[in-house]
């Protein structure tokens, strides 16, 4: 069956415009997840969504980082005014749901370039 | 909190000799353990995960791993390495709570040699 996909899969901009990331998760997932993997290093979370709200927004690194779920299936990340700093592979998980047994799968990620 | 630590940055062994990626984590409450492998240009895959049955844990592609929780650790091992499990290797540790996000390590780069 389709695993979770993400579009881009390649993305270039220059500093301080406004991109968005899309991501559809395996369906029926109700879980989503975004993590961020900067060069070198492993994935960070970002933010995690129950059905359609975000249940958990901690690892959000400022305020122009947002993302919506409006319908409970795909996910859109929105990242404004981008910075070169911002630059790394942006990766979705799903799960069927959020109990502690479920496994998180993940997309093939988002490669975001900030010049 | 909860963190891990893979203790090695990158690990090279011969094609048919065992594996050994080494992991210590910390946590507050009773965690749930998992291995992930990324292949370049590929999406992270779960090679087996640990939630409080079983301390030896069998994956895919004949990888398992045990859970000491006198030693915090979770070491990941192979008997035989294969030429295509050369990948990036993520020890990730995650409360035992519902909802709660993946913490990942830095990796280790396994590289196989023919």
């Known amino acids: 069956g389709a695993g979770v996909s993400q579009t881009p899969s390649n993305k270039v901009t220059e500093k301080g415009k406004y991109v968005e990331l899309r991501c559809d998760p395996i369906s029926g997932h109700t879980a989503l997840y975004w993590y961020r993997q900067s060069l070198g290093q492993g994935p960070e979370f970002l933010i995690y969504?129950?059905?359609?709200?975000?249940?958990?927004d901690s690892g959000l690194p400022n305020d122009r980082f947002f993302a919506v779920r409006p319908e409970g299936s795909v996910s859109t990340l929105k990242i404004q005014r981008t910075e070169r700093g911002d630059s790394a592979v942006y990766l979705c998980?799903?799960?069927?749901?959020?109990?502690?047994?479920?496994?998180?799968?993940f997309g093939p990620g988002t490669r975001l370039l900030v010049l | 909190a909860q963190s891990v630590t893979q203790l090695d940055s990158h690990v090279s062994v011969s094609e048919g000799t065992p594996v050994l990626l080494r992991c210590n984590y910390s946590?507050?409450?009773?965690?749930?353990l998992f291995w992930y492998v990324q292949h370049p240009n590929k999406g992270l895959q779960l090679l087996l995960k640990y939630t409080s049955a079983a301390t030896l844990v069998k994956g895919i592609n004949g990888f398992e791993a045990e859970f000491k929780k006198s030693e915090t650790s979770f070491h990941l091992t192979k008997p035989s390495a294969h030429m295509s499990d050369a990948a990036e290797y993520f020890c990730?540790?995650?409360?035992?709570?519902?909802?709660?996000?993946?913490?990942f390590g830095k990796g280790t780069t396994l590289s196989v040699s023919s």
């Open positions: 969504f129950q059905g359609t709200g975000a249940a958990d």
């Open positions: 990730v540790v995650r409360l035992n709570q519902a909802g709660t996000a993946l913490i």
């Open positions: 946590s507050s409450y009773s965690p749930s």
């Open positions: 998980a799903s799960s069927l749901g959020a109990g502690v047994q479920e496994t998180q799968y």
